[in-house]
């Protein structure tokens, strides 16, 4: 497959699923064949006229879909049709206000429980991740669609530092199809104001996980989903 076969993303739109859609088409319609290699991140980058980070969360959405699987050290290949999962949500479902509020919904206990194993099981580098991703998303001049990634990137990371494979495989494919949500959200939003209580939230999870207390780490999560929700105006049941 060349790279040059693929479109530069315009600005307006969500780059990490623009661009995963861009491959995924690629890969569904046959032209990059199961079992083939993708080009390297810094191609794609290029080929994308995007960052890297934009590229990396573009490929963790296809691998959630079940159309990409990562090697470590090797680089990222299509999968085979036995693996593709069956389970995808068209972004254009949840303009419905009620089935993004039940997607929404089942983010909650996810992402909470997710904190609390976190909080017990992370290592060294699950917390030098979420460093890095709270540095990419502090101050409003870095508030943009890197920062939103960025936000999505921490979640991802709380996630796999469960180290339970499924966690970021769920998490990451719901937090993916909100994500356009989030970022009308922002847009409507005194940006100044949600990045200073955005980043505070986070902060409170990291830090609960740090602790290894799964209780604080739990109520942290639980406290910045739910003020989330308000932000998009979202009213949720919880217990």
């Known amino acids: 497959m060349a790279v040059a076969?693929?479109?530069?993303?315009?600005?307006?739109?969500?780059?990490?699923?623009?661009?995963?859609?861009?491959?995924?088409?690629?890969?569904?319609?046959?032209?990059?064949?199961p079992g083939e290699k993708l080009p390297t991140e810094h191609l794609l980058a290029k080929t994308f006229g995007v960052s890297?980070?934009?590229?990396?969360?573009?490929?963790?959405q296809l691998r959630n879909e079940g159309l990409v699987e990562t090697r470590?050290?090797?680089?990222?290949?299509?999968?085979?049709?036995?693996?593709?999962?069956?389970?995808?949500?068209?972004?254009?479902?949840?303009t419905d206000r009620e089935a993004f509020k039940n997607l929404?919904?089942?983010?909650?206990?996810?992402?909470?429980?997710?904190?609390?194993?976190?909080?017990?099981?992370?290592a060294a580098d699950d917390l030098a991740r979420l460093d890095e991703t709270l540095e990419q998303m502090t101050g409003a001049e870095k508030w943009t669609e890197q920062g939103i990634v960025a936000d999505l990137a921490f979640h991802r990371v709380v996630a796999t530092a469960t180290q339970n494979e499924y966690f970021p495989l769920f998490?990451?494919?719901?937090?993916?199809?909100?994500?356009?949500?989030?970022?009308?959200?922002?847009a409507k939003a005194v940006l100044e104001e949600i990045v200073e209580v955005t980043i505070?939230?986070?902060?409170?999870?990291?830090?609960a996980i740090v602790s290894?207390?799964?209780?604080?780490?739990?109520?942290a999560m639980r406290q910045?989903?739910?003020?989330?929700?308000?932000?998009?105006?979202?009213?949720l049941e919880t217990c």
């Open 5 to 33: 076969d693929f479109n530069q993303i315009r600005r307006s739109e969500h780059l990490p699923a623009r661009i995963a859609g861009q491959i995924g088409r690629e890969i569904l319609e046959g032209r990059i064949a």
């Open 52 to 60: 890297r980070s934009v590229v990396r969360e573009a490929i963790a």
């Open 72 to 94: 470590q050290g090797v680089g990222a290949f299509a999968t085979e049709f036995g693996q593709r999962q069956s389970l995808r949500i068209e972004q254009g479902d949840l």
């Open 104 to 122: 929404y919904q089942l983010r909650m206990p996810l992402e909470i429980e997710a904190a609390g194993l976190a909080a017990l099981h992370h």
């Open 171 to 186: 998490i990451g494919f719901i937090a993916e199809r909100i994500s356009l949500a989030i970022k009308a959200a922002r």
């Open 200 to 207: 505070a939230e986070h902060v409170a999870i990291r830090d």
């Open 212 to 219: 290894r207390d799964p209780a604080k780490a739990r109520d």
């Open 224 to 235: 910045h989903l739910i003020k989330a929700a308000g932000r998009l105006d979202l009213t």
